[in-house]
C-alpha cells in the first residue's frame, strides 16, 4: 500500500505522552536562584540598616555649605572651634568666674544660673559666667575624636584663653554633670569649687542603691524607659530610636511636657524665647523649618 502504516496509540501511552510534554516545557528556575536571592535580599536589608542607625554628617561652621559663624569663639589647640557666651560683670571685676556647662539639647545661650540670678545678686557677688557651646552643639565645631577627658581639656583652654586665672568654678545642668565629673577627675587642680544642677541619673551606675534605683526607673514613662534601655544596651542605636516613627522615643527628644511637674509647666513660660535661636541653629544646621 502507499500509504503509511497505521498504528494503534493506547488512551494510556498519549495521556503519558503529553505530561512528558508538558513538563519538559515548563519553566524551570537556575539553580541556586532563591540562595542568590537571599543573598541580595539580606544585603540590602544590612544597608538600609547601616543608614538608618548613622546620624547626618555634620555640618561644620564657617565651611561654605555650613552655619555662618555669629559667636565669639576660641581656637582649640587641635584647630577646633569653641563658641562661647559671657554673662555677669566683667571677668577683670569678678570675684567668682564660673563656667556653665549645658545639657541635653541646649547651647551657651542656656545659661539657667546666669539667667535666673538677678542682676542685684550679680553686682553684689562680683560673678561672671561664661557659657560655651559644647562640641557639636550650637556653633561649636563636633569632635570626632572625643573622649571623656577631652572635655575637661577644652575647659581648661577655654578658661586658660579668656584669662580666668589658675582657679575657676564649674557648673553642670542636666547631662552638663556628666562634663563636671571629667572635671573633677582630670583637671581637680583648677576648679576653686563645682556645682551640679539636676543632673541626669546613670540607673546602671553600681554605687547607686539598687532599691532607689528601681524605684525612680519605674516612675518614668514608658517611653522613656525603652530609650534609657536603647542607649544602655545598644548605644548604636541610639540615634535610630530617637528618630524612627513606629514606637513613641524619648519625650525628652520630643520636647513633650508630660514629663513635667505642674510647677516647671508654669516655669516653662519663661524659656519660650528659646524658640528663637533654637529654630536659627535648626535652620542653618539641618535646613529644617520646624
Aim: hydrophobic content about 40%; aromatic content about 12%.
Amino acid at each position: 500500500m502507499a500509504g503509511g502504516v497505521n498504528r494503534k496509540i493506547s488512551a494510556a501511552s498519549a495521556r503519558a505522552h503529553t505530561r512528558r510534554a508538558k513538563q519538559n516545557s515548563s519553566f524551570q528556575l537556575p539553580p541556586g536562584i532563591f540562595t542568590k536571592a537571599l543573598v541580595a535580599l539580606f544585603i540590602g536589608f544590612s544597608a538600609w540598616t547601616y543608614q538608618a542607625i548613622q546620624p547626618p554628617p555634620s555640618k561644620i561652621i564657617g565651611s561654605p555649605d555650613g552655619p555662618p559663624v555669629t559667636a565669639p569663639f576660641i581656637k582649640l589647640s587641635d584647630g577646633r572651634r569653641l563658641a562661647y557666651k559671657e554673662h555677669g560683670v566683667p571677668k577683670e571685676n569678678a570675684k567668682h568666674k564660673i563656667v556653665f556647662v549645658h545639657g541635653f539639647d541646649s547651647c551657651r545661650h542656656d545659661a539657667v544660673v546666669a539667667e535666673t540670678l538677678s542682676p542685684e545678686t550679680v553686682e553684689d557677688l562680683g560673678i561672671y559666667i561664661v557659657s560655651f557651646d559644647r562640641p557639636g552643639y550650637g556653633e561649636s565645631d563636633p569632635n570626632p575624636k572625643r573622649t571623656v577627658k577631652g572635655m575637661a581639656s577644652d575647659i581648661e583652654e577655654l578658661a586658660d584663653q579668656l584669662g580666668l586665672g589658675h582657679r575657676f568654678y564649674v557648673i553642670g545642668f542636666s547631662m552638663g554633670g556628666q562634663v563636671l565629673w571629667s572635671c573633677l577627675k582630670y583637671i581637680p587642680h583648677r576648679l576653686a569649687g563645682a556645682a551640679i544642677l539636676a543632673p541626669v541619673v546613670n540607673y546602671w551606675w553600681a554605687g547607686f542603691p539598687a532599691n532607689l534605683s528601681t524605684e525612680a526607673y519605674s516612675q518614668q514613662l514608658q517611653q522613656d524607659q525603652w530609650a534609657l534601655r536603647v542607649s544602655h544596651y545598644t548605644p548604636w542605636l541610639t540615634y535610630f530610636w530617637n528618630t524612627q516613627k513606629w514606637f513613641p522615643a524619648s519625650s525628652v527628644v520630643a520636647h513633650s511636657r508630660d514629663i513635667l511637674s505642674d510647677q516647671d509647666k508654669e516655669l516653662m513660660a519663661k524659656l519660650e524665647k528659646r524658640g528663637t535661636y533654637v529654630r536659627y541653629y535648626l535652620v542653618t544646621h539641618t535646613g529644617e523649618t520646624n
